[in-house]
């Protein structure tokens, strides 16, 4: 096993440095890293580590697992073939979409995946140093992080990867805030031993009732670990008009009762979490001169389902590819000139060249950010903006759960699994809706 070095020698300067290595820390400093970049990551906690989360696996998600080398380790440990959706007197099992991402999923706790992905940073060649947290930012007259503080030590560096989360405090140092009046989720998550915990399919409840019998604006799901226990867990939408008047923890528990013998549950819900998750690129100042926000910090948080691990390991090795190609390296260049990676990991032709000084983050990480998931999320948002009305999820909900084209179409959307290159009626019909609700957005994704 790779170990991490003590914190006492922590570095005094580097060329880049990643704040957080969850997901999208670890995913942009792999590559990074592996195209010969000198990378330093720090991370408050102590790994290995927990984080609410659903540990769930798309097969965006594993698109990008199998591209970092790591895909034969996540099925090893859960194949995952699609959904199992009930609600409203009805149930379907809706298989993951063929196509460019692959038909399978999977489903890694996240104490053990963000371990490994930790471990890829550093055999790839990064410094990464646990129990470290950012406690300041020195930014240069013309805007550039010059260092940031972290306690009592100072580490100068090029280039900021700010990738510490949902909350991300360094993000806030520079800049970054929340757009409130966006729908958001409020979700908590177990863990609970099952009979069925090797069961290939994901429980979703899209009826999901409090202990009173009211209807949330949200699901219900249980993730099979296939190590004897599930995921169980419950989110629900809200927005600063239409607040999640629900106590997460309790409807977690009643949720439970509710599956328990569907899913032959052994015990109690464990290690009960909760979370508060903006979605959808609803933020403005995500960048600047020679820093960026990626993941969770950036809200890459899929409206309709709460998935982020897809776009933090996705927008690690875009963010990556960007600056490599030559963005936010700030003063004093990169160093020898280093090569791009292409997208399945093998080195490019496109170098920097040594000594150059690069172009600057601040518009282009949002515009590509806007440009990957611009449509998906400003669709998805209304969408799930929509879910937040009463009367809505009482509606649709038996009309959807009626049709398994219907439902099929759903979950393709849902799990932002429709490929550029596809052709078909719901592909055309889901891009151009996302491209009518970006020109109707009253915020913007991503704002400067």
Avoid at 100 to 108: D, F, I, N, R
Avoid at 241 to 266: C, F, G, I, M, T
Avoid at 301 to 321: H, S
Wanted: proline letters at 6%; a positive charge.
């Amino acid at each position: 096993m790779v170990r991490m070095e003590s914190r006492r020698r922590l570095p005094s300067s580097t060329d880049v440095l990643v704040v957080g290595c969850g997901p999208a820390g670890a995913a942009t400093a792999t590559w990074l890293a592996r195209a010969g970049r000198e990378v330093t990551v720090l991370d408050a906690a102590g790994f290995p580590r927990d984080k609410t989360c659903g540990d769930g696996l798309t097969p965006r998600a594993m698109l990008e697992v199998d591209r970092l080398g790591l895909g034969a380790w996540a099925r090893d440990r859960i194949t995952i073939r699609g959904l199992e959706l009930r609600g409203f007197g009805h149930e379907r099992r809706v298989p993951w979409p063929a196509g460019e991402h692959g038909g399978t999923g999977s489903a890694v706790r996240r104490t053990v995946f963000d371990d490994r992905l930790r471990q890829a940073a550093v055999e790839a060649g990064a410094v990464v140093r646990d129990g470290v947290r950012v406690t300041g930012v020195e930014r240069g007259d013309d805007g550039e992080v010059t260092a940031v503080l972290a306690g009592d030590d100072r580490v100068e560096c090029r280039t900021l990867v700010v990738a510490d989360g949902v909350r991300s405090p360094v993000g806030r140092l520079l800049g970054r805030s929340w757009h409130r009046d966006t729908v958001y989720a409020v979700a908590a998550r177990s863990y609970v031993g099952s009979a069925r915990h090797d069961h290939p399919w994901i429980g979703s409840d899209l009826e999901l009732r409090d202990a009173a019998g009211a209807i949330q604006p949200g699901y219900g799901w249980v993730f099979p670990l296939g190590d004897g226990e599930v995921n169980l867990g419950v989110g629900a939408l809200a927005t600063s008009a239409r607040p999640a008047n629900v106590a997460v923890k309790e409807l977690l528990q009643h949720y439970a009762r509710s599956v328990r013998d569907d899913w032959a549950l052994q015990a109690e819900p464990r290690a009960v979490t909760s979370a508060l998750l903006p979605m959808g690129g609803a933020v403005s100042g995500v960048a600047g001169r020679n820093w960026a926000a990626v993941g969770d910090a950036a809200a890459c948080v899929n409206p309709l389902n709460g998935e982020g691990i897809d776009y933090a390991l996705e927008g690690g090795r875009l963010l990556a590819e960007l600056i490599l190609a030559g963005h936010g390296t700030g003063a004093g260049g990169v160093g020898p000139g280093r090569s791009r990676p292409s997208p399945d990991g093998s080195p490019g032709a496109r170098t920097v060249p040594a000594g150059a000084r690069t172009e600057p983050l601040t518009h282009a990480w949002p515009e590509v950010l806007r440009r990957t998931y611009g449509e998906a999320f400003a669709i998805a948002r209304d969408a799930a903006r929509l879910l937040t009305y009463p009367r809505f999820l009482p509606m649709a909900g038996p009309v959807g759960m009626r049709s398994q084209t219907l439902m099929t179409a759903a979950v393709r959307c849902m799990s932002n699994t429709v490929a550029d290159s596809d052709r078909d009626v719901v592909a055309r019909a889901w891009r151009a809706a996302g491209s009518v609700a970006r020109r109707l957005d009253r915020r913007p994704l991503f704002a400067y």
